[in-house]
């Protein structure tokens, strides 16, 4: 898991303090620190699978709790 931005999602941010896991295996577990409400881009560094659609666009949604409550219902 690799840190990106919007403009250039396949390649590595060049943003101070950007993740990157390097390559491991299916079980390993990456935890990244949520520090504010902007989206966060990541992609899978291993060859051509960013190209292949392994790629992520994270952003927050505030809910309130009645429109939490309409999911659940």
Same mark, same amino acid.
Not at 27 to 47: G, S
Not at 56 to 66: D, I, K, M
């Given at each position: =898991? ?7 999602? %396949?390649?590595?941010?060049? #943003?101070? $303090?950007?993740? /990157? @896991? $390097? ?5 390993? #577990?990456?935890?990244?620190? *949520? /520090?504010? #409400? /902007?989206? *966060?881009? !990541? !992609? %899978?560094? *291993? /060859? =051509?699978? %960013?190209? =292949? $659609? =392994?790629? +992520? &666009? &994270?952003?927050? +949604?505030?809910? @309130?709790?009645? @429109?939490?409550?309409?999911? +659940?219902?």
């Amino acid at each position: =898991m690799t840190q990106s931005s919007a403009a250039s999602i %396949c390649n590595a941010s060049q #943003e101070a $303090g950007a993740f /990157k @896991s $390097g390559m491991q295996n299916a079980t390993f #577990e990456f935890p990244v620190k *949520v /520090k504010d #409400e /902007k989206p *966060v881009f !990541y !992609y %899978c560094a *291993v /060859k =051509m699978h %960013c190209q =292949m $659609g =392994m790629f +992520v &666009r &994270r952003s927050l +949604v505030q809910l @309130s709790l009645s @429109s939490l409550k309409a999911l +659940v219902d």
